[in-house]
C-alpha cells in the first residue's frame, strides 16, 4: 500500500461542476505535489508545496486551486473545467532536504464531459 | 529547456533481459531515478543511482549511467509478466526535487 493516498479515485464532473481532489501522505514528508498526466504527454509538474508554502506554479490556469492546509494534506480545487483536462492527477511527497525522490499516489482519473 | 528522452515501446520474450535506455541532457543531475507505473497506478520508484557512480545492481535490476554521454539505462533480468509497466527516467538535480524532469516512458510489454 502506498504511503501516499489519493481520493477518489475516478471522478466524472461537468465543466460547470466544482469538485475537489483529496491527498494524504503518511511518510512524514514536508513537501507535496501536484502533477498531471495525459495521455502521449510527459507528465507535467503543475504546483509545489514546502512545509504548506507554495514554491512552484507551472503556469497552471485558475480554473486549477490547490491548497495545502498542512504538511500530510494536499487538495486540488476544480472549477469550470474544459474537455482537455481530462487526465490522471498524481499527488507526490518528499522530503524537502534537496535529496529524497519523489513518492506518488495512485491518482484520480478525471474526465470532464 | 532541459530534456529526457526514452523510446516509447520494448518488446521482450519472458525470461530474457529488458533494457531500458535513457539519454538527458542536464549535467547537474545528481540523483538518476526509474520509476515503474503499472496500469491504473501512480509511479512506483524503482531504483536509483547517484551521479558518482556508474552502476548499480539491485537483484534483478542493473542501473548503468554514462555520465560523459549523458546516458542511463536500467537492465531487467529474466523479465516477468509481472515486469510489464511503463518505466520512467528521472534525472534530478541537486537543488530541488521539483525540477525532476521525467521522460515520456517506455512501455514494456512481455512476450509469451
Known amino acids: 500500500e502506498t504511503g501516499v493516498t489519493q481520493t477518489p479515485r475516478h471522478l466524472v464532473m461537468g465543466m460547470t461542476n466544482k469538485k475537489s481532489l483529496k491527498c494524504e501522505q503518511h511518510l512524514g514528508h514536508n513537501a507535496m505535489y501536484w502533477y498531471k498526466q495525459s495521455a502521449k504527454k510527459p507528465l507535467e509538474l503543475m504546483f509545489v508545496?514546502?512545509?504548506?508554502?507554495?514554491?512552484e506554479n507551472n503556469s497552471v490556469p485558475s480554473r486549477f486551486s490547490p491548497e495545502c492546509p498542512n504538511s500530510s494534506h494536499l487538495f486540488l480545487h476544480l472549477h469550470t473545467l474544459q474537455p482537455e483536462d481530462s487526465a490522471l492527477y498524481l499527488c507526490?511527497?518528499?522530503?524537502?532536504?534537496?535529496?529524497?525522490?519523489?513518492?506518488f499516489g495512485n491518482g484520480t482519473r478525471l474526465t470532464v464531459t | 529547456g532541459e530534456d529526457v528522452e526514452q523510446s516509447l515501446f520494448l518488446s521482450v520474450r519472458e525470461g530474457d533481459s529488458s533494457v531500458i535506455n535513457c539519454t538527458y541532457t542536464d549535467s547537474s543531475s545528481t540523483y538518476l531515478y526509474w520509476y515503474k507505473q503499472e496500469p491504473g497506478a501512480g509511479l512506483q520508484l524503482l531504483t536509483y543511482?547517484?551521479?558518482?557512480?556508474d552502476m548499480k545492481q539491485d537483484q534483478r535490476l542493473t542501473v548503468l549511467l554514462n555520465k560523459k554521454d549523458k546516458h542511463l539505462s536500467l537492465r531487467i533480468a529474466d523479465t516477468q509478466t509481472g515486469d510489464s509497466a511503463i518505466y520512467f527516467c528521472?534525472?534530478?538535480?541537486?537543488?530541488?526535487?521539483?525540477?525532476?524532469?521525467f521522460g515520456s516512458g517506455t512501455r514494456l510489454s512481455i512476450r509469451p
Open positions: 507526490a511527497s518528499s522530503q524537502a532536504d534537496g535529496n529524497s525522490p519523489l513518492h
Open positions: 528521472a534525472p534530478r538535480p541537486y537543488s530541488s526535487a521539483s525540477k525532476i524532469i
Open positions: 508545496y514546502n512545509f504548506k508554502e507554495q514554491t
Open positions: 543511482i547517484f551521479s558518482n557512480m
